[in-house]
């Protein structure tokens, strides 16, 4: 039976940046345009935490039991390792996704946007079906697309919305940095896992592209950001201040750019995450003021 410990490290706590980062980036947004509303904002939050948390113990369950995760090298898996049942871990998955639909509604009816209950759902589906089912999108190429656009421009320009009713040229380019770096994450998560993942037939955009390419495509993932940091700095000198965060990503693409494969590879996860989190806190705040 799994422990409070393991339940946690199985929810993959370093995965959160990629929740909070678009998020105080959309506050920041909004706060520049005096739209600024604590508990709209906190709700934005625990949204996109839960809905974070859902699919990474949504995808433990299914690779689970797909036995993807037989011969894992990365973190801790409950199904995989079984230390919980996978209807325990299935359990975890919904009832996260319950409380982002619950914090979601609130934001929705709050801000008076019916529409908005349509993109939870797919936020949710979206979130179910990178593993769950039949033919998830995850196994077929398609899990960077997803995590551009529903941790990147959905999560960012959705916080700005809801908070103050409309979408900026400014807006649009910090959703498409989060996104980069969202991505790259992932991109390096599926290049550590390329071996295992061709042995259980799991063809994500790493396996498709290859070692190479998949390197190249980490490397463009996280520059990108910064190029848009110099742009949004034309507009908003302070934003600027968000370059500090390149000092974390040298290390983790000194090791792609190295070939480390393997364990090796997981500093990589862990320094691009707080990255993107410190470059969101810079680029959050500078544009809030």
Do not use: H
């Amino acid at each position: 039976m799994a422990t409070v410990a393991q339940w946690i490290e199985g929810a993959r706590v370093r995965t959160l940046p990629n929740a909070i980062a678009p998020v105080v980036v959309g506050v920041g947004v909004a706060t520049g345009l005096g739209a600024f509303v604590w508990w709209k904002a906190a709700l934005a939050l625990l949204v996109s935490l839960a809905l974070i948390i859902g699919v990474n113990y949504a995808n433990d369950y299914s690779d689970g039991v797909r036995g993807t995760d037989d011969n894992r090298v990365g973190p801790l898996r409950l199904v995989g390792s079984k230390l919980a049942s996978p209807r325990a871990v299935l359990t975890a998955a919904w009832s996260s996704f319950a409380v982002a639909a619950l914090a979601g509604s609130a934001l929705v009816v709050a801000s008076g946007q019916w529409w908005l209950f349509g993109l939870g759902a797919l936020c949710v589906a979206g979130a179910w079906f990178y593993t769950g089912g039949k033919r998830p999108y995850g196994y077929a190429g398609l899990g960077e697309v997803a995590v551009f656009v529903f941790f990147g421009l959905v999560a960012v320009l959705g916080t700005v919305y809801v908070l103050s009713g409309q979408v900026t040229g400014v807006a649009v380019g910090s959703a498409v940095a989060v996104g980069c770096f969202s991505c790259a994450v992932l991109v390096a998560n599926n290049l550590r896992d390329i071996p295992t993942d061709k042995e259980v037939g799991k063809r994500t955009l790493a396996v498709l592209l290859g070692d190479r390419d998949t390197r190249a495509l980490y490397t463009a993932l996280v520059v990108i950001p910064f190029l848009l940091t110099v742009l949004i700095g034309l507009r908003q000198p302070l934003a600027l201040t968000a370059l500090v965060s390149v000092t974390l990503v040298v290390p983790a693409l000194r090791r792609v750019l190295r070939g480390f494969t393997g364990r090796a590879l997981i500093p990589v996860l862990r320094d691009t995450g707080l990255a993107m989190l410190v470059w969101a806190i810079a680029t959050g705040v500078a544009l809030a003021l």
